[in-house]
């Protein structure tokens, strides 16, 4: 009985195509998905396929994409829960070492045609090809973030990478997680050649197969990098870089990356072992399951942005302070046009110096700088109210006079436009009540540093219309920011929980003595990224006594005299050059307090009560609609520790581990 070639073989995620030259195209097009993952199904009909190219040879094979402008996205997360133990995870990744080790082993030339995302799972699997073609154009990305979900590259990516492109830049990849472009992989030597936008992918993977092409090979300084004498150097400097940024008991994967490039970096074969049995174990533990429910709950955010369709191209920003001004930098850093509204010139001005300079780091271009800087209107006059089709108000927190602002607003608005507000407090009624239409407003509450916090609280009131809250939201995906819907109550859901956790900093400062500098440190040691009186200062000490004033009346006066006192002293935190720290080029300057006197874990335990206790009653009124999206909220809000997966998690399985 004959056999059926394997280009005849119906596959549901891969399609296959002979042309005229015999060279055969396969297409990875993975059925009812949007992107293209590396799921099991996917692989074990990848397994048929180099069953029947090992038995029945083409001149050539090159790999490309079936859904336009898109490459492969990695392995596809959502199975990582099936493995029960370590051993069967480690069981599954040398499972798909073998399958790639007989891609790279094909006896005829191969080609990896790249066009759109190339990350993970989907990197490794082109490393595995002879030659690799990417189009040079904004939409490719190629990197490792693997990291972020608490592994390293599993298959076959940490030493196909490291041989490549070399160890320092490969591994730097891997353990910053960055995305490169096109030209930043082809000078690291993951890509072979680059085709422009005008060009033909396809018609360079002809040639290339019919020439046999190759990828060049490393430099010989980029092979010493693997060598024995160098790497124990190399990894010590790598430890130094990651420590700054993650404690390795909290977040092990990088340093586990580490060890096993510095043990075994000359040795491809032995590297993926310690794949298959470093990954196997760091895919089961916490942390990495714990960083998977973050992804999900990211993706369930950026959902919530994309429930009605919106087309913005105008905004229209009033109040040129710190918030107002990198919200407008934000909105044109993401292509939109945007006018910036103050009383006078002189107001706008250190909000357009900032923003060049936000654009000049983000861009790298002078034309790109150029362009965005164009995008960025001063509007003394406020006359592009009547054009945008965003209008976001980000004056001080005064109700009176937002209230006259948006008397002043709503007749010269576009019909269509949201109109939303900035502050961070104050209820949305008492704005709303001078409003014809007070249905329409709605809050957007961004947080400082505007280009690094990732979420935006999209405030709603009992009558606001649910099409302006759904419009807010996908306003605030498109500008590649995460909206979380909330009801509007004093502080929303970030400043009612953070409030209780910086007043209680203030609290134990003031009452106990205890040093700044040891409040914080026990909040980092819990996993937070900075401790409260270091994040009051980078919110604001102003903001700050306004929001514990009230939310927490009476029983934080002590506090708020505090902060009143910073605040008279012109001592508003970061922005001010100074508040509790002393700020130089953006970072604290903290005294050399030592902590062996003070017992850290009881004064995390104490830092840490009321933040979790405002948390509940947030979830028991009904500010957000459950639990995951309330973790999801701290998480992106506040920084809480990614590791533990959430407040309101976290204490369902520190419960659990109790009984």
Known sequence: MNKTPVKDTPFKHWKLSTDIDKVLWLSIDRAGESANSLSSEVLSELESIIDGLETDAPVGLVLQSGKPGSFIVGADVREFDGYDDAEMASDGISKVH?????????????????????????????????????????????????????????????????????????????????????????????????????????????????????????????????????????????????????????????????????????????????????????????????????????????????????????????????????????????????????????????????????????????NKVAAAISRLLPDVEGSGVGKADVIIEAIFEDVEAKRALFASIEPRMKADAVLATNTSAIPLAEIASVLKNPERLIGVHFFNPVAKMPLVEVVYDTITDATQVAKGAAFCAAINRFPLPVKSTPGFLVNRVLSGYMAKAMSMHLEQNIPIEVLDKAAQSFGMPMGPVELADTVGLDVCMKVVTMLGGESTAKEAALLQEKVDAGELGRKSGKGFYVWEKGKPKRSETGTGQFALEEITESLMQPYFEACEAALADGIVEDADVLDAGMIFGTGFAPFRGGPLHYLKQKEQHND
């Open 98 to 366: 073998r399958l790639f080790s007989r891609i790279e082993a094909l006896p005829f030339p191969t080609v990896a045609i790249i066009d759109g995302f190339c990350l993970g799972g989907g990197l490794e699997l082109a490393l595995t090809f002879d030659y690799r073609i990417a189009s040079n154009v904004e939409h490719t990305r190629l990197g490792f973030p693997e990291i972020k979900l608490g592994i390293y590259p599993g298959f076959g990516g940490s030493a196909r990478s490291v041989r490549q492109a070399g160890a320092s830049n490969a591994m730097q990849l891997m353990l910053s997680t960055r995305n490169l472009r096109p030209k930043a992989a082809h000078a690291m030597g993951l890509i072979d050649e680059l085709v422009g936008p005008h060009g033909s992918l396809r018609w360079a993977a002809r040639r290339a197969i019919k020439q046999g092409r190759k990828s060049r090979q490393p430099g010989q300084l980029t092979r010493l990098q693997n060598l024995t004498p160098v790497r124990p150097l190399l990894a010590r400097m790598m430890r130094k870089q990651v420590a700054a940024r993650a404690n390795p008991k909290h977040y092990p994967a990088p340093f586990e990356l580490i060890k096993a490039w510095e043990l075994y970096g000359d040795d491809p074969q032995r590297m993926m072992v310690e794949e298959s049995e470093r990954v196997g174990k760091l895919i089961t533990g916490s942390t990495s399951k714990s960083l998977r429910r973050v992804f999900f709950l990211m993706e369930r955010l950026k959902n919530i942005g994309k429930q009605v369709d919106i087309n913005v191209r105008r905004v229209h920003v009033i109040g040129a302070g710190v918030m107002g001004g990198d919200i407008a930098a934000w909105c044109v850093l993401q292509g939109l046009d945007v006018t910036l509204q103050d009383r006078e010139l002189k107001y706008i001005e250190p909000a357009l110096k900032r923003a060049k300079s936000l654009f000049k780091k983000k861009l790298r271009d002078r």
